[in-house]
């Protein structure tokens, strides 16, 4: 099973970006997904993650910006990014623990 990201790419500061995280297979039964993003020179963070239920958390740089949501029946992981910032560039990759990393998508931010 594979997480295929999509979504990323320029987009101006204060501008808004969703990103898809798209599974080959069911998501339903994974409790914890989540996104993380990497900039050049820095460690890999976690921006947001979201369990089975519903139940929401997000690094507090990017709380009140972004959320995260997740669509069972496309087995698809969304982030919606609004109010970019300079920050916020970096390689946004998701996760599951039983299917492990997607590629990446890349975010560039303009401003």
């Known amino acids: 099973v594979q997480l295929q990201a999509s979504g990323g790419g320029l987009v101006q500061a204060g501008g808004s970006l969703r990103l898809s995280c798209a599974a080959s297979g069911s998501i339903i039964a994974i409790n914890v997904m989540s996104w993380h993003r990497q900039a050049p020179g820095k460690q890999r963070e976690l921006v947001a993650s979201?369990?089975?239920?519903?139940?929401?958390n997000y690094a507090d740089s990017v709380k009140g910006r972004f959320t995260i949501s997740r669509d069972n029946a496309k087995n698809t992981v969304y982030l919606q990014m609004n109010n970019v910032k300079p920050e916020d560039a970096a390689w946004y990759y998701c996760?599951?623990?039983?299917?492990?990393w997607g590629q990446g998508t890349l975010v560039t931010v303009s401003s």
């Open positions: 996760y599951a623990p039983t299917m492990g």
């Open positions: 979201i369990t089975r239920s519903g139940t929401t």
